[in-house]
């Protein structure tokens, strides 16, 4: 039934089924771009002329909405960059570069980690990684033992793993990094499409966002500081719109959130963001978490009914992305076959080639579920694999 508010599904006969790579986008979040661009499109900030005053009231707007969101004390604690990518190269080239030891999961998305690399950080030379098991489970105790090792170490993990839907215990692990004097940033971009993020109950010091995957606009995500930080906080880029004076001598710069916001913005993009949230709450994440649990579950036993299939984590504690292989069949030849019979998913590492290669695999077929899939689309799935799969055998 939610198919009706996304116009992609009247303009398409795709079953989409790569929801960890992009959202689809409701009505009224194309329609906020559209109307900014044709009815007020203006620079925010800067101009005081009528439209320029309705872009920048509808941009801090957004702002306050992301706040509210995410029970954000305050709206200066919101940043607005490109997405999750930008978010955590900013934290790590203006905040975490000064930490003796970075400590990041097994289950990353290179976009933690090759940012520590580019400081100069391997394995065991200023980063840790922590290990799973064979279910893909976070090891709280070899983490323990890492923190009492490096205390006051920079903490950076996935909430849920793009590549399987893993859920870490993010609380459990900002707990655990706090007591032993360490700061936490929680790559977030699979999280506010399918669960509620309290950032307060939490407890987290940096979360960052990404708008595209939480059925907004694409080039928009946010970064979320603990207040006590954003003093320490230096900024990524500066330019147009951080100043407070400037002279050939010295410069001053605004106060948060502006100083981190260098250059125009993606104003359209970061109102239709706010369009995105506003359609999350009138759907409701109850809603959303029965939908896509059922959903999920029926994914899997469907799923575990194709011969020699090969998953690598059970249901529990995982959501949105189930990854498997087949036995003796090459993923990326599935995902050609299951393309020509309009099947959208992603084969491949999903931008996680270390756990791949501590999997000893190449990669995996990967199916993402959002709140508007059916469990047509499902069996649309079965039953373009099983033909897939009886041409390659």
């Not at 992301?66 to 203006?94: D, Y």
């Not at 890492?146 to 996935?158: E, G, H, M, Y």
């Amino acid at each position: 039934m939610f198919k009706n508010d996304f116009p992609y599904f009247s303009n398409s006969d795709i079953v989409y089924l790569d929801n960890a790579a992009t959202t689809q986008k409701p009505k009224e979040v194309i329609t906020s771009q559209v109307e900014y661009y044709e009815k007020y499109c203006a620079n925010t900030h800067r101009s005081s002329f009528g439209d320029a005053n309705k872009a920048t009231l509808n941009y801090e707007n957004a702002r306050k909405t992301l706040q509210k969101f995410i029970n954000a004390p305050t709206k200066e604690q919101i940043i607005f960059t490109k997405g999750v990518t930008e978010s955590i190269n900013f934290i790590a080239s203006s905040y975490a570069k000064k930490f003796d030891k970075v400590i990041i999961s097994s289950l990353e998305h290179h976009s933690n980690i090759v940012p520590w690399h580019m400081q100069g950080r391997t394995l065991g030379e200023g980063l840790e990684v922590v290990s799973c098991n064979d279910n893909l489970d976070f090891d709280f105790v070899e983490y323990e033992d890492i923190l009492k090792q490096n205390p006051n170490s920079f903490v950076s993990i996935t909430h849920i793993s793009n590549a399987f839907g893993k859920i870490h215990d993010i609380k459990a692990i900002i707990k655990l990094a706090h007591k032993y004097k360490s700061v936490v940033m929680i790559d977030g971009a699979q999280s506010l499409a399918h669960m509620n993020i309290d950032v307060q109950d939490l407890d987290v010091d940096f979360f960052a966002i990404s708008a595209h995957k939480t059925f907004g606009p694409t080039g928009v995500g946010a970064i979320y500081v603990k207040e006590s930080l954003l003093k320490e906080l230096e900024p990524y880029q500066t330019g147009g719109a951080t100043i407070h004076e400037v002279d050939f001598l010295s410069s001053t710069m605004l106060d948060s959130p502006y100083k981190f916001e260098a250059g125009t913005q993606n104003i359209a993009g970061v109102i239709g963001f706010a369009k995105a949230l506003e359609y999350l709450e009138k759907v409701g994440y109850e809603a959303i978490m029965k939908q896509e649990h059922e959903l999920y579950e029926y994914l899997t036993d469907q799923l575990s009914k194709l011969p020699n299939i090969i998953f690598y984590n059970d249901t529990e504690d995982s959501i949105g992305s189930k990854s498997f292989n087949f036995k003796n069949i090459i993923h990326d030849d599935i995902g050609i076959l299951l393309d020509k019979m309009k099947i959208a998913l992603r084969v491949g590492h999903h931008c996680a080639q270390p756990i791949m290669k501590q999997l000893n695999i190449k990669g995996t077929i990967r199916v993402s579920i959002a709140f508007y899939n059916t469990k047509e689309d499902i069996d649309k799935l079965i039953t373009a694999l099983k033909k897939a799969l009886d041409m390659l055998r």
